[in-house]
């Protein structure tokens, strides 16, 4: 088992940035990935970005490809995501998810283990 725990979410303007941190814990092992989702109102969930926790590869978004930063910090076993010049259509619950088998694409069928989301607000 993995266990995620999501935070930094919050309210902020237009342009304005936020980072969020998801902590992983139990049988975490160098073929973890991490993934960002997220839902918006009334919408389905969409892939944000992810990440391969050994060698570091990362994945994106075409929506948040040079705005959003995703990174991870190996000794506090924990990923962020850095998001800059944030728009109203980035609001959302973001979720941080997770598998233990190297696999940081898009699809959601690919990650087994789910934080409990943190909600972003862009104000306009």
């Known amino acids: 088992q993995v266990q995620l725990v999501e935070s930094g979410g919050g309210l902020v303007q237009a342009g304005g940035s936020l980072r969020l941190s998801c902590a992983a814990s139990?049988?975490?092992?160098?073929?973890?990935?991490v993934g960002w989702f997220r839902q918006a109102p009334g919408k389905e969930r969409e892939f944000v970005a992810a990440?391969?926790?050994?060698?570091?590869?990362?994945n994106y978004a075409d929506s948040v490809k040079g705005r959003f930063a995703i990174s991870r910090d190996n000794a506090k076993n924990t990923v962020y995501v850095q998001m800059n010049s944030l728009i109203p259509e980035d609001t959302a619950v973001y979720y941080c998810?997770?598998?233990?088998?190297?696999?940081?694409?898009?699809?959601?069928?690919?990650?087994?283990?789910w934080g409990q989301g943190t909600q972003v607000t862009v104000s306009s």
């Open positions: 998810a997770a598998n233990r088998y190297s696999y940081y694409g898009a699809s959601e069928s690919g990650y087994n283990y």
């Open positions: 990440i391969h926790w050994n060698g570091g590869s990362t």
């Open positions: 139990g049988r975490t092992s160098s073929n973890v990935a």
